[in-house]
């Protein structure tokens, strides 16, 4: 069964950088033919994709966000990682890891953690 998990400090200053990884297990990040996600849900609205990083090491950024936002991964322990730079309290949101491949839409989440920007 694969399962993803975010991790990260649940509280950010204004103007500082954002920083969550995903952690997933029963599938490997490198292999097959699956894109690995990072989306948000601000409070109120819809979600939100900020970006992928796929199997091949390709990555797509929301247009919106591209300019302060940057997608990694570390093969060794099976992640990838999220970061936001000079963040507002408008990225105030709960973010959420997931996978998602060319024929299936996101099939598995992780659980979301909450991030507040807040002095």
């Known amino acids: 069964q694969v399962q993803l998990q975010e991790s990260g400090p649940g509280l950010v200053k204004p103007s500082q950088t954002l920083s969550l990884t995903c952690t997933v297990s029963g599938d490997s990040i490198t292999t097959n033919d699956f894109w690995w996600n990072w989306i948000r849900q601000p409070p109120g609205k819809g979600l939100e994709l900020i970006g992928f990083?796929?199997?091949?090491?390709?990555?797509y950024y929301n247009p919106s966000l591209k300019s302060r936002t940057s997608i990694s991964r570390d093969t060794s322990k099976n992640q990838f990682i999220l970061q936001l730079s000079s963040v507002t309290p408008e990225d105030t949101a709960v973010y959420y890891c997931a996978r998602s491949g060319s024929s299936v839409a996101y099939d598995y989440w992780g659980q979301g953690t909450q991030v507040t920007v807040s002095s």
């Open positions: 990083i796929g199997s091949g090491g390709n990555i």
